[in-house]
């Protein structure tokens, strides 16, 4: 127990110091960064979605993010169905020369025709790629909802000159060879769009505190029974995202109930993130 908390207590100080390096938040409908430099390159194919439809002309490929207040950046044109699993998407490069403790997030949203399943990788030669965990599931309920893809980079991401990082559509890890699309009444197709916001290079890993969520409640902690409990006081339809120490997804859940079960998850530290009526909070959460 003693190491847990040992644990805790280092994710509260990386959380406090961690610094944004570099960020896209696109609200400016432009691909310079807010904030630090770097380049976005679409990749496999991808091309920035200027279709405008209906009687509304968007101003694609910048189209309303995450919040809703801002811009979020648009593609399309992915692979066909069972072809170029993991090689189409955006890319983001960034120097880390004179950075250490290399953290990514992006913020990434799909087309119900979408491929379901994206996946975060990383170079550290500008050659190679490498997986950051397993594929994340892009939710679907009544309308696309926003994800975010979070990931620790390893030590060789530190003070490098050549590092970036990518966003991939990718096969549905339980069918064969196949796209599954994000809104299961619907078939995968090529013209589906995904959207990125909020992209973000920090050297630690950040504290993801937007606004607040009034009489926010997150118990038991540490949780010993697996189930864990969120409550508010709207206690309304929220977004419920588990991160590791590491900075992996393990959990992604959209729901109005109060009880979520965590008993597939492993003692340990993690990190709960909660999305409530635009508001978003963490929280450090130990399982035992």
């Known amino acids: 127990m003693k190491k847990i908390y040992s644990l805790l207590f280092l994710v509260f100080t990386t959380l406090s110091f961690g610094q944004v390096v570099t960020q896209w938040n696109f609200d400016s409908s432009t691909t310079a960064p807010s904030i630090g430099s770097g380049t976005v390159t679409l990749i496999g194919g991808v091309v920035e979605n200027t279709q405008s439809t209906g009687t509304t002309p968007c101003n694609c490929p910048f189209v309303s993010g995450n919040p809703t207040t801002g ?24 120097s880390t020369v004179g950075q250490t403790n290399i953290n ?17 990788q990383y170079t550290t030669d500008g050659t190679t790629w490498v997986d950051s965990g397993t ?3 892009l939710p679907y309920t009544t309308a696309s909802q926003w994800v975010t893809l ?3 980079m390893p030590t060789a991401a530190d003070n490098n000159a050549n590092f970036a990082f990518r966003v991939v559509t990718v096969f549905d890890p339980t069918a064969s060879s196949a ?34 969520i009034s009489g926010l409640k997150i118990y038991p902690n540490p949780v010993a029974n697996g189930t864990l409990f969120v409550e508010s006081d ?11 120490v590491l900075g992996k997804q393990v959990l992604n859940t959209k729901t109005s109930n109060s009880a979520i079960n ?10 709960v993130k909660v999305i409530e009526e635009g508001k978003t909070e963490t929280r450090k959460l130990v399982i035992k």
């Open 71 to 94: 811009k979020a950046y648009t593609s399309k044109t992915y692979p066909a169905q069972g072809a170029a699993s993991g090689t189409a998407g955006a890319q983001f490069s960034v």
């Open 262 to 271: 965590v008993s597939g998850l492993t003692s340990g530290v993690y990190i």
């Open 104 to 120: 990514v997030y992006v913020d990434v949203y799909g087309s119900g025709t979408a491929s379901k399943y994206v996946l975060l």
């Open 150 to 152: 979070t990931g620790a």
């Open 135 to 137: 594929p994340t599931i």
């Open 234 to 244: 709207a206690n309304t339809e929220r977004t419920i995202t588990l991160f590791d």
């Open 179 to 212: 796209y599954s699309p994000v809104n299961s009444t619907k078939t995968y197709a090529s013209t589906g769009t995904i959207r990125f916001d909020n992209v973000t290079v920090s050297n630690g890993v950040l504290k993801v505190n937007q606004n607040t």
